[in-house]
């Protein structure tokens, strides 16, 4: 069994951060990519950053400047830094991992989610 375990969300005033991180953990063989995805309350979830095991980085135009993503390979955590949030950075934040369990292929595997609000 593989999960990934979030940490990090709360209630944040706009202009403030947040760090998010996510532990994957359990029978795995490798790694390809790590990543945040989020959710807001009527809206499809969309890709908010994405990290593969080689350091390259896909950030979403929305958050780019803002937010950062980085990797310890060595944990197979993942952390998202949120600088400068806007109320609209308001969501359910999921972390994503594409990865190859042991006696699996590769497969998505996602959290459970954790909320982040930013007041204005």
């Known amino acids: 069994q593989v999960q990934l375990v979030e940490s990090g969300g709360g209630l944040v005033q706009a202009g403030g951060s947040l760090r998010l991180s996510c532990a994957a953990s359990?029978?795995?063989?490798?790694?390809?990519?790590m990543g945040w995805y989020r959710q807001a309350p009527g809206k499809q979830r969309e890709l908010v950053a994405v990290?593969?095991?080689?350091?390259?980085?896909i950030i979403a135009d929305s958050v780019k400047g803002r937010f950062t993503i980085s990797r310890d390979n060595a944990k197979n955590t993942v952390y998202l830094q949120m600088n400068t949030l806007k109320p609209e950075d308001t969501a359910v934040y999921y972390c994503?991992?594409?990865?190859?369990?042991?006696?699996?292929?590769?497969?998505?595997?996602w959290g459970q989610g954790t909320q982040v609000t930013v007041s204005s």
């Open positions: 994503n991992s594409h990865l190859m369990g042991r006696g699996t292929a590769v497969s998505d595997y």
């Open positions: 990290i593969t095991s080689g350091g390259s980085t």
């Open positions: 359990g029978k795995i063989l490798s790694i390809n990519s």
